[in-house]
């Protein structure tokens, strides 16, 4: 069933029950999704509708961190030429900063100024929630009839309840690390599927790369393209974004005395330093101690283990 979507509008301000909006602006580049079609496949279909009585998912796309969780959703809006929003989210987050901020104009008056999400909500663009497991829950119990069927968010500074656009979509992006909040459950009901992202292989973590550095020489991308897949089978999170920090920085050096070039070796270990810290120099030595170190916060199974080792013939489980 084909979908007749909204074009983008030139109109900076909106008027909802009376009140005048001021609306945010849309990202005005979008990047290429590149490597295996699948995850943006799937994305679009949660976009679908199938029927005027069917719904639009909101799915939540989890992975580490710079492997293209945002990328995949900018991807994903310029496949269905929708204007892109995206709000980051933080552990400071307010309701009023995801719905309608009032801000003292010059006159003044008060001014309320919309956010990207409420500006998509009204236009039936696409707004991206990144990092949304950095936000806390109350700030996401604003958004809970956003996400189901009501598909309507209430601003009470004001006084406005806003009908989300027939074309309105919404994804969110988490990272999965340690400096994130556990979204409550009545939130991830709704926030479904789970897309989940893996690192690229190593063809397509070249493309990537090639893509979003052209200028750069062979020899320094397939550098970065070993180590960063070195780093993947031992399940170290370096990643994309961190490739093309090292790329940029080498061909910077490589590019600052043409007339004295650096030799390459010398140059890529003083990126990796640079960029990632020493510990990058050694990748087999940092995944022992990963190791080591998530093994030493296992706890003990019983009494029996805070007296004897595990192999101790006089341990009481043996």
């Known amino acids: 069933m084909m979908e007749q979507r909204p074009s983008a509008s030139p109109a900076r301000t909106m008027v909802v029950q009376g009140i005048t909006l001021h609306l945010a602006q849309p990202m005005t580049s979008l990047q290429e999704w590149i490597g295996s079609r699948e995850p943006l496949q799937q994305l679009l279909a949660c976009w679908l509708m199938v029927d005027p009585r069917d719904l639009p998912l909101s799915p939540r796309i989890t992975g580490p961190p710079g492997i293209g969780k945002t990328t995949l959703a900018m991807s994903g809006a310029k496949e269905r030429k929708q204007d892109l929003y995206v709000f980051q989210c933080t552990a400071d987050t307010r309701p009023e900063d995801l719905l309608i901020t009032p801000v003292l104009a010059e006159s003044g008056t008060i001014a309320y100024h919309a956010s990207p999400l409420v500006t998509a909500v009204l236009t039936g663009s696409i707004c991206v929630l990144d990092e949304g497991n950095r936000m806390n829950e109350k700030s996401w119990a604003s958004l809970a009839p956003l996400l189901d069927h009501r598909r309507c968010v209430e601003s009470i500074i004001a006084g406005i309840l806003i009908q989300a656009h027939e074309h309105f979509r919404c994804c969110v992006t988490m990272n999965e690390d340690a400096s994130t909040y556990e979204v409550p459950d009545y939130i991830l009901s709704r926030l479904q599927p789970t897309l989940g992202l893996g690192f690229p292989s190593r063809e397509d973590e070249m493309a990537i790369l090639r893509y979003h550095l052209p200028f750069a020489a062979d020899e320094v991308l397939t550098l970065a393209v070993s180590f960063l897949q070195e780093a993947h089978q031992l ?27 650096v030799a390459l070796d010398r140059l890529w270990q003083e990126a990796l330093v640079k960029v990632l810290g020493p510990d990058s120099l050694n990748l087999e030595d940092q995944s022992r101690r990963r190791a080591r170190a998530m093994g030493a916060h296992s706890f003990p199974k019983g009494l029996g283990d805070f007296f004897f080792e595990e192999d101790d013939p006089l341990h009481p489980g043996r």
Not at 244 to 260: E, M
């Open 235 to 261: 399940n170290l999170e370096y990643s994309v974004r961190d490739g093309l920090h090292l790329i940029q920085y080498a061909v910077k050096r490589l590019a600052q005395d043409p007339a004295h070039p």
